[in-house]
């Protein structure tokens, strides 16, 4: 397959402030061959009319006749994507122009399938579009990295290393065997979504700019943000019961250690953010 299919499938919910930045940052890849599914979580505001002014036909758009909540829509995405490849792009995030192009080619590269995911680094930003930060994987050179070791770095950095689903991109064969997302502990409900597809094989670093993802005050990150510490419990004990991810007690113990610290960081973050000024 000389230009396979990616599926880039955008969740959404009263997204209409950030959707079409959202959008315009896929329909400006250097890589066309994609199909954008826009699945509208039944919004009050006009997010219908605002994608009804795309002619693009790569778009399709559904609205679903009732609110299902974030994890039940982002479900609704695997099971609608078509391509060779999937990524889950939420509604306020943005991808840099050669995320697919880059993303794709180290997958297709990988003829027997040994690389699960593909991911890069990734900016934080505010509302307006402004950088705060970039964050990706310090001291990583560009490359393939062991599948455990990855687990355990996330682990004992108490956070996802990883990134936000807009910033991975995995093979669409492999929705079938890792399953839906699970929610059950919101906060890390994508980092879970990278350690089930870390099952099926190593992730490849590109160290590149691959997204950005936007922190605003009525975004869901923020909303559960204050909650990170407990959800991150919940998670590390789920996955520390599978050995099949060989985290120790001690890995245990200095992830918790250390998501207590990125919560408490994290809500002064957005304290100053969004109302120290």
Request: with cysteine; proline share 4%; glycine share 6%.
């Amino acid at each position: 397959m000389l230009n396979p299919l990616v599926s880039v499938c955008i969740p959404t919910y009263r997204g209409a402030a950030f959707l079409a930045k959202t959008i315009d940052s896929v329909l400006s890849q250097t890589y066309p061959h994609f199909e954008v599914w826009i699945l509208d979580d039944n919004s009050p505001d006009n997010t219908q009319t605002l994608v009804a002014h795309y002619s693009d036909s790569r778009i399709k758009y559904i609205r679903n006749t009732q609110n299902l909540g974030p994890e039940a829509n982002w479900n609704r995405c695997l099971e609608l994507a078509q391509g060779k490849y999937f990524k889950l792009l939420p509604h306020d995030d943005l991808l840099a122009a050669d995320c697919l192009k880059e993303q794709v080619a180290v997958l297709e590269k990988d003829r027997t399938g040994e690389i699960a995911l593909v991911f890069g680094s990734r900016q934080i930003i505010d509302p307006d579009g402004r950088v705060l930060m970039t964050r990706g994987l310090t001291r990583m050179q560009p490359g393939r990295i062991e599948r455990r070791m990855l687990i355990k770095r996330c682990i004992r950095a108490g956070t996802n290393l990883i990134g936000e689903p807009g910033n991975g991109l995995f093979r669409h064969e492999l929705i079938k065997r890792v399953g839906s997302y699970d929610a059950s502990h919101p906060y890390l409900v994508d980092l879970d979504y990278w350690f089930r597809i870390l099952v099926h094989g190593d992730a490849y670093y590109t160290s590149t700019q691959t997204s950005a993802f936007r922190v605003s005050p009525g975004s869901w990150s923020v909303e559960i943000g204050d909650k990170q510490h407990r959800d991150f419990k919940g998670f590390i004990d789920k996955f520390q019961s599978d050995k099949r991810f060989q985290i120790s007690r001690i890995d245990r113990m200095i992830g918790l250690a250390k998501a207590r610290l990125n919560t408490l960081a994290r809500a002064l973050f957005y304290r100053y953010l969004f109302f120290g000024k």
